[in-house]
């Protein structure tokens, strides 16, 4: 017997899926992996007929509204109890119209990492930020601060910058509302970043890994990274191992902060809920054992009892670091749950980055993010 399934693929993620031989040993079951792959590669493959002979795919809160129709609810194959661990809000991010689409994984929010070496106090504010990335850079050995050049990761950083600004991406009937000075301040911090060098100019290529190598080479200052990356700074042979403290995201313009989030979720396909070894998989995955190891490796836990328990052995600097992340997340900004909303990412990031880069105008940008988004809530988007 045997079971396909379809995974998030990085550094973040890999430590666990060693563990699926844990679950082969145990059962008897052969977990065949079909795919693994970055987001956006997953989401494409998510939308083929190979998916649909998968059991068990990685998805994401965020995602999950589009791939209904691969995706089944979980409410009659888990038990109340089984979920009774799980933080209520967190379930609530997984469930489409009422229905559970997704067993929580973890919740991920951004911390800001700096060099403890060239900064004394963290940044309270964005123009702050700016300012101290300009006090420390030194290209090409080092820069003042990175993120995300490219797809979901640019998006988001222009999310959060925006909502810190008070301009909004999706109002309740998801029209935008950015066309103001929130939204040009955002646009405006992020081509200041790349005009003035701030950022290494391969920046317009990088996701999530390689501006994470970059801040652990020691080549960066300051860097917005995500919590499964924690353990690899600490690791015995990170050069910053020792040179680096982190801290909530900047206030923005309106005296805010917010961070760009969701959760991490593994779900079932029609054919998976049908299979009873892999409603066993999908246990064996999100069970306190293994958001334990996730834990270890920097990821926040969304289970009561793994939180109870990384906090009782925290050191006190972990401690400080759990502390922060429990904080970001107050301020998470949620995507709403449309159907469309990964083709606005796949959509938008484009714009984004040609305004980064100067060739596009900010306000023609704003308009044409407002048009953009307009047109495929309206489903216009040919």
Sequence with gaps: MSVRVALIGGPMYNALYKRIEQFTHQSGVQADVAFIGDHPALNSFLTTEAAADCHVVSTHTKYAPSQRGLLVPLDELLTSDELSDFMPSILELARIDGQLYGVPRNIDVRLLHYRTDLIDQPPATWDELLDLARRVNRPPEQYGFLFPGKESGLFGTFYELAESAGARLFSHDLTPDIENDGGRWALGFLRACYAEGLVPPEIVAWHYDEVHQWFRTGRAAMVGDWPGYYADYCAADSPVRERFALALYPNGPIGVSRVYGGSHTFALTRRGAEQTEAVALLRFLTSPEQQLLEAEQGSTPVRFSVMRHIEQQATPRERQRW?????????????????????????????VQQAMIGSIEIDDALHLLTVQITNIVAGDHE
Excluded: C, D, N
């Excluded at 502390?323 to 949620?334: D, G, M, N, T």
């Design 323 to 351: 502390e922060a992340l429990s904080a970001a997340i107050e301020r998470v900004v949620i995507p709403p749950k449309f159907e469309q909303y990964p083709l606005v990412e796949q959509t938008l990031w484009t714009t």
